[in-house]
């Protein structure tokens, strides 16, 4: 009995109890610890492919990048989504439905990932035609995205692991996870890549095993934690249950895909300045992630966070932990920033071969792009921490309108400024996607909080 209450203790957290700056940054460090080992091998395969490869198989991975990002964005969305309920229920003590809501959650991932999958295969040469991805480098770009649709299934099963251990305050797992999942990678990159000369194809082959690994790291432990010891009763598919899932899971979904569809039309304007441009926007891009690193875990402790303290019925723990997570955001922005302004030209130098003539013109576009997001980034990371408060909450509804902002600014600013600006307007596109997004979410925040406080008094 005594073990059974240690591993329930290793494997949950309750975030309902103590200081919020300290349950706000001990969720997120490991949290961010795996996701800079799941950037790490993002930049390995960058590096790798643009060394080894050269510009245009580097170029050929960033033309895609964003139909890639897509169908992570919906598998995200319905996962986290998904674990939003969970964190909810674990959080007022409900463990029967918190199981109920975890076996559901399974049924509707599995035709998640079979729909992804079958829809990917059938479009991906007519996707990329709309996108106008040059010809010269359209067959790299059909050999990778086929073996990283074909995986779908796996990353849908670690997505969905790692929401429910951190809806049930666990960020150390999938921080395990990531670091086997990234070192596999890194291993799996070189071996494939340089050592089998197995290309873009290799490169992608060695990220869905790295996810296989990391999935079913996280699912082991899923199998020790008490609370998930399923029944035969759990396993019974709820109609109302789904439907409240996919409640959730539906607007954030639609979020990822509208501002994926966005980049996408982004995508299309600047495949068409050439193999040198997008080489230099495809290395700053890839290393977007790491801009971005702390943003997306402080975002999940947020989610975290205000979905307990919710069904908790703790509602000004709420308010005081999103002030926490703005300062602390601001923060790491703040460090960030300084960081890449001094270092990015040398980072980025190690993702382009300098051997072609392109080497130079592509590194100056990069650090030019990397320089303009690493100013703004105070405006994103308000966005994460702002937008992942308001689906703990329960609202996914009003993130996805500011994912539509994001949208409307993104390939608004997009189709005009190049115009005017050249390819440095493509770069400005993102920065007011960002600012188009927190002009909706910071309003929406005091809204639902309103709200809440409303419904609460009733």
């Not at 492919?49 to 991975?61: D, F, H, M, N, R």
């Not at 150390?172 to 990234?182: C, E, N, R």
């Not at 039309?265 to 690193?293: C, D, H, P, R, W």
């Not at 600012?435 to 008094?457: E, H």
Request: hydrophobic share 50%; with cysteine.
């Amino acid at each position: 009995m005594e073990a059974a209450k240690d591993v329930k203790q290793v494997n949950t957290k309750k975030m309902t109890e103590g200081s919020p700056w300290k349950l706000i940054l001990l969720f997120a460090l490991p949290l961010m610890a795996g996701n800079v080992f799941q950037q790490l091998y993002t930049v390995v395969d960058t590096a790798v492919v643009g060394k080894v490869l050269g510009v245009e198989a580097l170029a050929a991975l960033g033309a895609v990048d964003w139909l890639s990002w897509m169908m992570l964005g919906i598998i995200q969305g319905f996962t986290q989504g998904f674990a939003i309920r969970m964190a909810q229920k674990f959080g007022s003590g409900e463990e029967k439905m918190l199981r109920q809501a975890v076996t559901n959650a399974v049924f509707l991932s599995v035709l998640c990932a079979i729909l992804l999958t079958s829809g990917g295969e059938l479009l991906l040469e007519t996707i990329l035609s709309v996108l106008k991805t040059p010809e010269e480098i359209r067959p790299i770009s059909v050999s990778y995205l086929r073996i990283i649709f074909a995986g779908l299934p796996v990353v849908t099963a670690y997505n969905l692991a790692a929401s429910i251990l951190r809806a049930l305050g666990n960020g150390k797992t999938p921080l395990t996870a990531m670091i086997v999942a990234s070192l596999t990678n890194i291993v799996l990159d070189i071996l494939f890549v340089m050592g089998f000369g197995w290309g873009v194809e290799g490169a992608a082959a060695a990220t869905i095993i790295a996810q296989c690994c990391s999935a079913a790291y996280c699912f082991a432990h899923i199998r020790k934690i008490p609370v998930l010891h399923m029944t035969g009763e759990d396993w019974r598919l709820e109609r109302q249950l789904c439907v409240t899932l996919m409640k959730l899971g539906v607007p954030m979904a639609f979020q990822n895909t509208i501002i994926s569809v966005g980049g996408m039309i982004v995508q299309s304007i600047v495949n068409g300045f050439g193999v040198t441009f997008l080489a230099g926007y495809t290395a700053t891009n890839k290393l977007y992630g790491m801009l971005e690193v702390a943003a997306t875990s402080y975002g999940f402790a947020m989610t975290t966070y205000a979905g307990q303290n919710l069904g908790a019925g703790k509602i000004q723990r709420i308010s005081k932990g999103i002030r926490a997570g703005l300062v602390i955001a601001m923060i790491t922005s703040a460090v960030i920033t300084v960081f890449m302004i001094l270092s990015g030209r040398w980072i980025l130098s190690c993702f382009i071969s300098m051997d072609a003539g392109q080497g130079g013109e592509a590194l100056a576009v990069a650090y030019q792009y990397l320089f303009l997001m690493a100013c703004w980034l105070p405006v994103l990371y308000v966005l994460h921490i702002t937008r992942s408060c308001i689906q703990g909450l329960g609202n996914t509804v009003l993130p996805m309108v500011s994912g539509v902002a994001e949208f409307v600014m993104r390939t608004g600013s997009a189709m005009l400024l190049p115009g005017i600006f050249g390819g440095k307007g493509v770069m400005y596109a993102e920065i007011l996607a960002w600012i188009g997004a927190d002009l909706i979410l910071v309003p929406s925040y005091f809204f639902v909080m309103r709200r809440v406080r409303n419904q609460r008094k009733v």
